[in-house]
């Protein structure tokens, strides 16, 4: 696999993250498809104040095939640019709307010229203020809609001891699958740093 371009990776309609536990610096994810097989390992630097998340196609990381960069350093309403490390071609954007993401978690997701294509939005208002006032044990759902319409889930298994992102494409061919991938990846990551 070159590149992890549509058409270079088998894509499926159902993914797992699971973040690794007991990491003192930094953080790692692990992509799983549906049979269990690894897909993808993500590895978060530690310490940097400029968000940079690698993903590689296995642990070994031998080849990068997706990069997740920060704008800016620190951004409450950071903007994260995907590339494809083959290429070095910008996939998409994310943008975090940060003041509408106190109450409620709420991105705006954006094709590589900077187009929106789609929102991904917590679950609902009461709940998102329930998790963030009384507890962080209630498991997080996201759902991305182009046009209102859902075209992805990303919910979260409820477990006190290790975290659980299933990633569910509900219409595989509606988006950018890598942009799907990067969402779930910046999902994990945020709730890692709120929990």
Same mark, same amino acid.
């Given at each position: $696999? &070159?590149?992890?371009t549509p ?6 309609p159902?993914y797992?993250?699971?973040?690794q536990?007991?990491?003192?610096v930094g953080?790692?994810f692990?992509?799983?498809d549906s ?6 390992f ?10 940079d998340?690698?993903?590689y196609t296995? =642990? &070994?990381?031998?080849? =990068?095939? $997706?990069?997740?960069?920060a704008?800016?350093?620190?951004d409450?309403s ?6 494809d490390s083959?290429?070095? =071609?910008?996939?998409g ?7 509408? &993401?106190?109450?409620?978690? =709420?991105?705006?997701?954006c094709?590589p010229?900077?187009q929106?294509?789609?929102t991904?939005i917590?679950?609902?208002l009461?709940?998102?203020?329930l998790?963030?006032?009384?507890t ?6 996201y759902?991305?809609?182009i046009n209102?319409?859902?075209? $992805? ?26 942009l799907?991938i ?6 994990a990551s945020?709730e890692?740093?709120?929990?």
């Open positions: $696999m &070159s590149s992890l058409s270079g990776h088998n894509w499926q159902h797992v993250l699971k973040r536990i007991f990491k003192l953080s790692n692990f992509v799983y049979s269990g097989t690894l897909q993808f993500v590895h978060q630097k530690g310490f940097k104040l400029k968000e998340v690698r993903v296995n =642990e &070994s990381k031998t080849q =990068e095939v $997706m990069r997740i960069a704008r800016k350093v620190m409450f950071g903007a994260y640019d995907v590339f083959a290429t070095n =071609e910008r996939v954007v994310l943008k975090r709307k940060g003041w509408r &993401s106190i109450a409620r978690d =709420e991105w705006t997701v094709g010229q900077e929106e294509i789609g991904l917590e679950d609902n009461a709940l998102a203020l998790r963030r006032l009384a962080n044990l209630i498991p997080q759902n759902d991305l809609l209102g319409v859902q075209v $992805m889930d990303f919910k979260q298994n409820f477990n006190p001891f290790s975290y659980h992102l299933n990633i569910d494409f509900k219409q595989l061919g509606a988006m950018e699958p890598r799907g990067a969402c779930a990846i910046m999902l945020m890692g740093r709120q929990s």
